[in-house]
């Protein structure tokens, strides 16, 4: 087989990057691929969603396969604390850093665009020797799966799918987590402070953050949880009352801050700072994941109004974020998350309180399990609760299919691909619902620290995986 370069690539991935795309505002990007389409004078849908199908036909003689390729349109906005970055107006500023794509402040959207850079270089090509193509671009993948969920896939023909939605080389795909997302709701009473109560705020910040699916068995920790904890010592030794609580962005994404304004004697300020000073040196101990950045900080603040919960209800919040359990919940023999949860933010509504958080599930039983537990606390403190939830897809146990991209990956690559059931949610579940009969598998180059600002896209990782995607494409 050829080597092909990933100029082409890398050029689209560029021009997608210039384009705002985030969740529920995907209109430009899908302009864009539609766009491309013209150009390219290749047949294709768009959607009331601003979901798109591309048909190409095959690159063959007397070829009657036919090929899925599916990524999804948006990608995680999230920013380096300070960061004037507008993720509505302006577009990625990417560089190359050795090996890597970066993006300077921003998350890069390599999740899931290298994956839409791949598809538009294949589609553009006219020397891949390919069979017809379906190429799906789905929206709010990072948030509802609307997309996926409303897409109409009547015109699609293939019952093979190659989705663009992975992390890693070394990995191929077979199947994916359902995930239930939770919003619970907590009525709070307020208590008027008298003069003898100072206001301070405590931040906690520096952690690694994350995909709360695919980092969420690596030890990064969650401030949220953190600062339950911290509350929790508080609360049991001084006289407190919170007034204020809001950390983490998404409900997909590991939170990297927590912050919390609450009330205490101006008697026992140099106590509590001595007491959070040692929590301090206890959480670095815990040696979480980037854990010499982690930092606690405490200052004395300005009272607005000089209200805070009363101690009702500053306890009932402590002990909703000390109950709600964070990260594996069950994995397998191997040491693989089969069920987790992810406290993803908290914020405070008026006399409410919301923390949202999310459920990933390979195991059904198990995850029942956990909803069981957590219905004490809705129960208890009569908590109002919002679910949805995200489809899994269980892989076939048989599949020429996949046993064709194992074979070719351990030609191409002389090694064997780790066959992994993932534990993340992926828009598969929607698809092999709509497609009876679907084989899938997800195929990606090496992406580090996705949904952070960190993220990163190995070059050379990016060049194998797309020969390696040509190569399956020409065997059909």
Known sequence: MSEYDIDEVMKYFYEISQIPRMSSREEKIAAYIENFAQKNNLTYIRDIYNNIIIEKEPNKDNNNESIILQCHLDMVCEKEEGSNHNFEKDGIEVYIDGDYIKAKGTTLGADNGIGIAIILAIL????????????IFTVQEETTMEGAKNINLGIINSK???????????????????????????????????KEF????????GFMGGHSGK???????????????????????????????HGGRKVNVIPRECYSEIYIKYEELKKIYRDITIFNELLKNKKLDNSENIMISVEKIEDIDNYGYNFDSTKKIIDILNYIKNGVYYEDKYGNPLVSLNIGKIENKINKTKVLFSIRSNRDKIQQRLEDELNYIVKKYQIQEKESELPGYEHKEKSIFVDKCKTLYKQYFNRNPRIIDMHICLEAGFFGEKIPNLDFIAIAPNIYDAHSPKERCSISSLKRIYNYIVMILESL
């Open 198 to 205: 100072a206001l301070i705020r405590i931040g906690i910040n």
């Open 160 to 194: 093979k799918m190659i989705c663009l939605d992975n992390m890693n080389e070394e990995e191929l795909w077979i199947g994916c987590a359902c995930a239930k997302i939770f919003e619970y709701e907590v009525e709070c009473a307020k208590k008027i402070m008298t």
């Open 124 to 135: 553009s090509s006219n020397k891949i020797n390919h069979p017809k193509i379906e190429a």
């Open 215 to 245: 980092d969420i068995s690596k030890n990064r920790g969650n401030p949220i949880k953190e600062m339950g904890n911290l509350l929790e010592r508080l609360f049991n030794n001084y006289e407190i009352y919170l007034k204020n609580i």
